[in-house]
């Protein structure tokens, strides 16, 4: 990768869309370069749920684009990408256990790829059968990570409205036994605690969950406020070093403590934005939506308005084409999308990614969407 660097330039490979993490160079090496490393694919807008923090009870957009389930037929478009990228992950704002072409969707990417081309999707885990969980396993998941916002019953349930805290921990168990009972490894399994003022004391508590169901890692998210009510739950701050105010310290201190003793990697995202971030998502990754709509990142496939450090701003729509009408190569690789890369890659991001508390590291924890393109710029910034 260190020759390629060299013989094309980090100017050339951005503008290709080609930066990927060092862990996926060896096998980058033999990907075609016109196409994002990784696929984020909204298998469905709809969800059993009805979490407080979440942006599908407030999206701002036009009439029309209500939830929905992505068809096989539009997922199949994507059939000559699928063995070239490597990651397909299927959830964006929905529960992908609520797509009944799902189990289909994931033998399609490791049929093409010969296996190869990893598949994962975040789960409220409510849907999970025994069934189901069989299947999944048999189907070749790679990934897993299960929602986990509380501790307790009492704190989760009234963050995850409608969801079972023992339910939802009951059947990320039996998850792993079924995976010994087949003798597999995948998919795995991990945690995802989505912080904020109303859940961080239980924060111990689900670690210790997360050891429980030996949980391979434990992810600790931010939350972004969509309404006036959540204005008051993120735990981040708007400047200052990057650690835990010191009234949630503790609790993140004991989660580690909890993680380390277990031999648990402990991955919490930052608690202040990282101004200088250059966007992971967009250099290296896109979403695309049930109805075939081609986006720099999951937050760009919707409107929202977003309440932070005392301010509110609106996060359009933005899309480059329909994988319906065009292929994705075509559209990766679209004057328009390398513009906007180009952009993005070099500082001049537009007014809507500019205060993203995502691409500054606040909301997600980034370890499966890992940033590498900051990095190979910091080596040698195209102007
Ligand atoms: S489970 Fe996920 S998609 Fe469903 S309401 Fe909760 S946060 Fe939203
Ligand atoms: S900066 Fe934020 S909104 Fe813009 S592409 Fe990146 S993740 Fe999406």
Known sequence: MRTLVRRLGVRTLNALGAAVPPRYWKRALSLRVDLPYSITVDSTDECNLGCIHCVRENY?????????IMTFETFSRLSDVLPF?????????????????????????????NGTTTTSFNSNLMLLTREKAEALVEAGLDSLQVSLDGGTAA?????????????VVENAQMLQEVKRAKG??????????????????????????AVRIGAEYMGVNGTEAYTSLMKAEPLYRESGPDVPAPDVAPFYAEARRIASAAG??????????????????????????WDGFVHPCTFLAHASDVHQFGGTYHRPQHHFGNIRETGLNEIWKSPRYRAYRLAMATGKDPDFCRDCLVKQGCICHGTERPDVSASLLRQGSPA
Do not use: Q
Not at 90 to 105: A, I, K, S, Y
Not at 155 to 167: D, T
């Open 184 to 209: 597999s490894k995948t998919p795995h399994l991990s945690l995802n605690f989505v912080a904020m003022k109303s859940n961080i004391e239980t924060l111990p508590e689900a670690a210790r969950i």
């Open 60 to 68: 701002a957009e036009e009439p029309g684009r209500k939830a929905k």
């Open 264 to 289: 648990m990697p402990f991955v919490p995202a930052r608690m202040s934005p990282d101004r200088g971030a250059v966007c992971g998502e967009a250099l290296n990754a896109c979403a695309i939506s």
């Open 85 to 113: 990228v490597l990651n397909v992950n299927f959830d964006d704002r929905g529960e992908p256990l609520m797509n009944p072409d799902l189990l289909r969707m994931i033998r399609h990417v490791k049929l093409l790829s």
């Open 155 to 167: 704190v989760f349930e009234k963050i995850r409205l409608k969801a079972r805290f023992e339910k």
